[in-house]
């Protein structure tokens, strides 16, 4: 019962072609996807974004971030420490865990950092100088009247 119909979508719109896909991908992966790690997205600026997720008990050696086809993957798995424990509790999870975003045209990874058990990673759109909003000059479509010079006769 999740279907939708996308075609006053193609009706409206040029270039979306891929847009029925992805939210079509978007709807079946609400359910199929996990919840771990928490995360936030948050917009920083006009132009700005950051991804922050938990990322408790895990080290920089054990986190990679990686762009690839239009999409940032996040993705922990931990070292074992060969260490025998006995936990009473055990709240903290360190399992292995793959996480990925869309990216969005023109948006490109510029950094990420480990703080605090939270990764960031910081993301920017460059809108390209020929895809920014500019002034079409509008034209006459009548021939211009020629004009006609007169001698004076006298």
Known sequence: MRTFDFTPLHRATIGFDQIANLMDRALSADAAQSSYPPYNIEKTDADSYRISIAVAGFAEEDLNV????????????????GEERTFLHRGIATR??????????????????LENGMLH??????????????????????PARPEIEAKVVN
Request: glycine share 2%; proline share 4%; no cysteine.
């Open 96 to 113: 292995a865990f793959e996480r990925r975003f869309t990216l969005a045209d023109h948006v490109r990874v510029t950094g990420a950092s």
């Open 66 to 81: 990686e762009v690839k086809e239009d999409a940032l993957v996040v993705a922990a798995k931990k070292a074992e420490d």
């Open 121 to 142: 990673i910081d993301l920017h759109r460059e809108v390209p100088e020929a895809l920014k909003p500019r002034r079409i000059e509008i034209s006459s479509s009548r």
